[in-house]
């Protein structure tokens, strides 16, 4: 295969206000540089669309900086390494990466970006469950929530890639109640058969939210993961037993929320 010398890749064409629109993003061809000692040259093979992105596109405070007009969208993808100026990395190997939305990336070597073992699992993987979303869930019930026997586990968000593996990791770690949060049949089936969740309240369909978490869970909860934003969080808070831990993981409902719109603590 022919090194390429070009690369197609997607940026911020303008900041989104609101619900982002396609002509906040731009596709756009750059060059690719010869590489220089340490780095690598991967082939995008799929890329990740991450719900905390949203919070990039627009110059409020966010847990990362606001991307400026004219910058690559931020995300992590699976590549194949095409071309290599460091010994860790060969040709043909498979790696997890950094790597934004664009077809090629060259990285330094260092930072995120790990080879993948093996081929016996959808690549996908390894940029959700085995990759950042599901870091997230470890390290916010170990870390954060020091998640420990016996506690009773609230996940909002609960069918997305980081609650599901939350909701499991809660299980494995001897949760003695799992409730989620979440919209839909199918999902509350899902959540209760493959992840191990003990109830599932549709946000959507419970007349009372207060009232349905509290039925879900009439001793309360010692443990909040919350993927929603602070509206959910304010509904949570008198539900909430003493020496209770909040897990902030997402903003869902604040993402696309402009300055004065969003609600809540």
Not at 46 to 64: E, H, K, M
Request: with cysteine; glycine share 12%; hydrophobic share 40%.
């Amino acid at each position: 295969m022919q090194r390429p010398r070009t690369t197609r890749r997607i940026v911020l064409a303008s900041q989104a206000h609101g619900l982002p629109t396609p002509a906040n993003f731009r596709l756009e061809e750059a060059p690719l540089p010869d590489l220089t000692e340490g780095q690598v040259l991967t082939r995008t093979i799929c890329c990740s669309v991450d719900p905390g992105t949203r919070s990039r596109l627009s110059s409020g405070a966010s847990y990362a900086p606001p991307l400026k007009v004219g910058e690559l969208i931020d995300g992590f993808s699976v590549g194949e390494v095409i071309e290599s100026a460091n010994p860790r990395f060969a040709p043909g190997e498979i790696v997890a990466v950094g790597g934004g939305w664009a077809e090629h990336s060259i990285f330094q070597g260092r930072g995120y970006i790990q080879k993948i073992p093996h081929r016996r699992l959808p690549l996908s993987h390894w940029i959700g469950v085995l990759g950042v979303p599901g870091m997230t869930a470890w390290f916010g019930l170990k870390r954060v929530a020091a998640l420990k026997a016996g506690d009773r586990v609230l996940i909002t968000s609960a069918a997305g890639p980081v609650g599901a593996t939350a909701a499991q990791i809660a299980r494995s770690l001897g949760a003695s109640r799992i409730v989620g949060v979440a919209s839909g049949a199918e999902k509350a089936a899902w959540l209760k058969s493959e992840c191990g969740v003990d109830e599932v309240v549709d946000y959507k369909s419970a007349p009372d939210l207060g009232a349905a978490l509290k039925a879900a869970s009439p001793d309360g909860y010692d443990v909040l993961f919350d993927n929603v934003g602070p509206s959910m969080i304010d509904t949570v808070i008198p539900l909430l037993r003493p020496a209770a831990r909040i897990v902030i993981s997402g903003q869902l409902a604040d993402y696309n929320a402009t300055p004065g719109e969003a609600v809540g603590l």
